[in-house]
């Protein structure tokens, strides 16, 4: 019976779609190039990757919620040049496979104008040469890894944290500065984010500044054997590029040894609200004081960005806990829209592209964005913090690449205007 | 010398959580003839359990015991509402089943706890005793120890010097066999799931204070490496889950010690292999394969 009725239903559906279509299409048109995807009169639709479930979503699904929620904050206040926007999260898991599948349906499904903030180094890696050959804008992707500031093969692609070697490279510095002759060693992971970081300590310390280099597995939730060698090693100071909950349990580890060591810290693992999560609100501050890392968003409990995205949080995001990765969802909201102010009246993804390229995005970082013709990176520099009595804050000292060596610098941090909406 | 035998202190702690998590697979294994792969997942509910209890009692041992009984309890739910209804005749559907339950209670733990790491703390200094300059067990250490002993002593007992225990083990064996002479099979399967999940949420209770924190995903690795002791022990056998457990800590910690925490899983791996070409049924295999 239903065999029968196939045909008419599956031609009845064409129809419908085509007529769908011509309406959509039609509805469409005005005022906007026709062939570009994810823009409409009064919306523009962009998605992102994001593990939202599985082991990778307890560091990590906060940020897409606090994009989301910086997003509805515009939308309410009249979005940008008239238009709001749709921002699509799917959840893979933090599975490159599963990554495949979602990007491609944002992309050939859900049409959208450009992929945002697709979050990890290997989920993200294996969807680069698709939007690349597909020519679909892949911005301010979330992972430090250096592979997203390659202009000339992956022109569509744009990074956004400081990376791995910057930051190895300016703790370093720092630690070399401000303690000469300490003992200086290293805790990584043992992929692109150990790896890169240790080049760039390497980079100032030499082949051989390092007294000890441990490397750890997330396979594997003990440290113990690792700090133990660390500690036998003599190490004084120990730069870590590790994820929150491995920089807790490194702490949490050496302490139980009763070994307090100078930790020195990539901001992937430098979090002060996350780590008190891990270790505990009566412990935290004890076995932080003192803890060092890195950032080049707006931070601080004085900070005007702060204040805006704290209130921003309370009303849009269900007063969420406001840690570092809610600054950083913020801020990639905040950057996007700022590109998308840029693009024009009627953006299309070329002209989204020529805003970010550029140089006349300023972010809200604390010292100038990198963008250009031929540099996708963001920044590449940072700030360093450090702990005191529980407050994570900037203590005034700023390296940045210059050419080849990292120097000491002056922040300049862009100052809060217009609400925290970009203005075109 | 030193770093020899700090590695072989922290390997063996880690060790006696995989052998008694280990262990209860193999109960379940005997009582059921299934290999059960949602007895993380379970276990971590059952520690949510404990977490609450403490938090609202401020009583580490409340929190312990309740661990126990809700393990039981889910052990119970799950054999007598998921397990009882799976098609008899293919091993699969047991395991099938016990994936999709997986899913199923982390993700619900995510819905309704979030996906955070709770920090979970000890009654015990976990401060390790200093032996000739080398730390070695942290007084929380021996507990773990001792309690893993413990439990796998009065399980001994249970099943070869009690009623009830040659029941269970005449049911397990012998189903047709034990129910025409008056043993309660069902009923027997059902404790072996209960008994078997208790001590799956004990070990669970004991490692996850040493780990990142509570969190649905806080047994993921603690299940991969007490499935690979079991296997390598024997599925059979509990002595082979006490014996694989403490060889497979001390494996992953001199390893992760002396070449790299990179190499460690794989390490494990190997071993698993090894065995399985030696001694298919694992190294404490009594017998070929029983099918009853």
């Known amino acids: 019976m239903s065999q029968h009725r196939a045909p008419t239903t599956r031609a009845a559906a064409v129809v419908a779609a085509s007529a769908l279509l011509?309406?959509?299409?039609?509805?469409?048109?005005?005022?906007?190039?026709?062939?570009?995807?994810?823009?409409?009169d009064d919306t523009v639709t962009i998605g992102s990757h994001q593990p939202l479930t599985g082991p990778a979503a307890a560091g990590y699904s906060s940020i897409s919620a606090a994009t989301s929620?910086?997003?509805?904050?515009?939308?309410?206040?009249?979005?940008?040049?008239?238009?709001?926007?749709?921002?699509?999260?799917?959840?893979d898991g933090y599975n490159p496979a599963t990554t495949q599948t979602v990007v491609r349906e944002l992309v050939q499904e859900d049409e959208v104008f450009a992929i945002l903030n697709g979050l990890g180094t290997p989920t993200h890696t294996s969807v680069l040469d698709y939007l690349n050959q597909n020519g679909v804008p892949d911005l301010f992707v979330a992972s430090g890894s250096t592979s997203w500031n390659q202009p000339e093969e992956y022109?569509?692609?744009?990074?956004?944290?400081?990376?791995?070697?910057?930051?190895?490279?300016?703790?370093?510095?720092?630690?070399?500065?401000?303690?000469?002759?300490?003992?200086?060693?290293?805790?990584g992971q043992d992929d692109d984010f150990g790896a890169e970081f240790i080049e760039g300590a390497e980079t100032v310390l030499g082949a051989d500044g390092l007294a000890a280099v441990e490397r750890y597995s997330v396979s594997n939730q003990d440290v113990t054997a690792q700090i133990g060698a660390m500690k036998a090693a003599g190490c004084e100071i120990n730069l870590l590029a590790t994820v929150n909950g491995f920089t807790a349990l490194a702490v949490g580890t050496a302490a139980k040894l009763g070994w307090f060591p100078q930790w020195i810290s990539s901001s992937s693992g430098g979090d002060y609200p996350t780590l008190v999560g891990f270790l505990g609100e009566d412990l935290a501050p004890q076995l932080l004081q003192g803890f060092t890392s890195t950032n080049y968003l707006p931070f601080g409990p004085d900070d005007e960005w702060s204040k805006l995205f704290r209130e921003i949080n309370d009303e849009y995001n269900a007063g969420a806990p406001f840690d570092g990765n809610t600054v950083y969802g913020m801020s990639v909201g905040y950057l996007?829209?700022?590109?998308?102010?840029?693009?024009?009246?009627?953006?299309?993804?070329?002209?989204?592209?020529?805003?970010?390229?550029?140089?006349?995005?300023?972010?809200?970082?604390?010292?100038?964005?990198?963008?250009?013709?031929?540099?996708?990176?963001?920044?590449?520099?940072?700030?360093?913090?450090?702990?005191?009595?529980?407050v994570q804050d900037f203590i005034g000292v700023t390296y940045a690449l210059e050419g080849e060596s990292v120097e000491e610098v002056e922040a300049k941090p862009v100052p809060l205007a217009g609400d925290g909406i970009p203005k075109p | 010398m030193?770093?020899?035998?700090?590695?072989?202190?922290?390997?063996?702690?880690?060790?006696?959580?995989?052998?008694?998590?280990?262990?209860?697979?193999?109960?379940?294994?005997?009582?059921?003839?299934?290999?059960?792969?949602?007895?993380?997942?379970?276990?971590?509910?059952a520690t949510y359990v404990a977490f609450a209890v403490t938090g609202l009692t401020g009583s580490y041992w409340l929190g312990l015991g309740s661990a126990l009984l809700a393990g039981a309890a889910i052990g119970f739910a799950v054999e007598r509402g998921v397990m009882r209804f799976a098609p008899q005749g293919s091993p699969f559907s047991g395991?099938?089943?016990?994936?999709?339950?997986?899913?199923?209670?982390?993700?619900?733990?995510?819905?309704?706890?979030?996906?955070?790491?709770?920090?979970?703390?000890?009654?015990?200094?976990?401060?390790?005793?200093m032996i000739a300059g080398v730390p070695v067990f942290s007084p929380y250490d021996l507990f773990v120890l001792v309690v893993a002993v413990a439990v796998m002593a009065a399980l001994a007992l249970l099943f070869t010097r009690t009623s009830l225990g040659l029941q269970l083990r005449a049911s397990a064996f012998a189903p047709e066999v034990s129910r025409l002479l008056g043993v309660r099979v069902s009923r027997m399967l059902t404790i072996g799931w209960m008994l078997s999940a208790a001590v799956a949420s004990l070990a669970a209770l004991l490692l996850v204070p040493t780990e990142l924190g509570l969190n649905p995903h806080s047994t993921d690795m603690l299940f991969v490496y007490a499935f690979t002791v079991a296997v390598v022990g024997g599925l059979d056998s509990p002595p082979g889950a006490l014996i694989g457990g403490l060889v497979v800590g001390l494996v992953?910690?001199?390893?992760?010690?002396?070449?790299?925490?990179?190499?460690?899983?794989?390490?494990?791996?190997?071993?698993?292999?090894?065995?399985?070409?030696?001694?298919?049924?694992?190294?404490?295999?009594?017998?070929?394969?029983?099918?009853?």
């Not at chain 1, 039609?26 to 409409?40: E, F, L, N, Q, R």
């Open chain 1, 22 to 40: 011509l309406t959509v299409s039609a509805c469409s048109t005005p005022g906007v190039a026709a062939d570009t995807p994810g823009v409409t």
């Open chain 1, 69 to 91: 929620a910086y997003f509805d904050y515009v939308n309410d206040n009249g979005g940008i040049n008239g238009r709001s926007i749709e921002y699509l999260v799917k959840d």
């Open chain 1, 155 to 187: 022109p569509m692609t744009f990074a956004l944290n400081a990376d791995y070697v910057v930051e190895g490279a300016a703790l370093a510095r720092y630690a070399a500065d401000e303690h000469p002759d300490a003992v200086v060693c290293l805790l």
């Open chain 1, 336 to 390: 996007f829209a700022e590109a998308l102010a840029k693009a024009g009246e009627s953006p299309t993804r070329e002209s989204l592209l020529a805003a970010i390229s550029s140089g006349e995005l300023e972010g809200n970082g604390i010292l100038p964005l990198a963008f250009g013709e031929d540099e996708h990176a963001a920044y590449t520099g940072v700030g360093i913090t450090t702990v005191d009595q529980g």
């Open chain 2, 2 to 45: 030193d770093r020899l035998l700090y590695l072989l202190a922290t390997g063996l702690a880690r060790g006696a959580v995989f052998a008694l998590f280990a262990l209860s697979l193999v109960l379940i294994w005997r009582a059921a003839r299934i290999v059960n792969f949602a007895q993380g997942a379970m276990a971590v509910v």
């Open chain 2, 95 to 129: 395991v099938i089943i016990a994936i999709g339950l997986v899913m199923v209670l982390q993700s619900a733990l995510g819905i309704l706890f979030g996906q955070q790491h709770r920090p979970m703390a000890v009654p015990f200094d976990e401060r390790p005793i």
């Open chain 2, 252 to 292: 992953i910690s001199l390893v992760t010690g002396y070449l790299g925490s990179t190499v460690a899983p794989i390490a494990v791996l190997v071993l698993l292999v090894v065995v399985l070409l030696v001694r298919p049924g694992g190294i404490f295999a009594a017998r070929e394969a029983r099918t009853a």
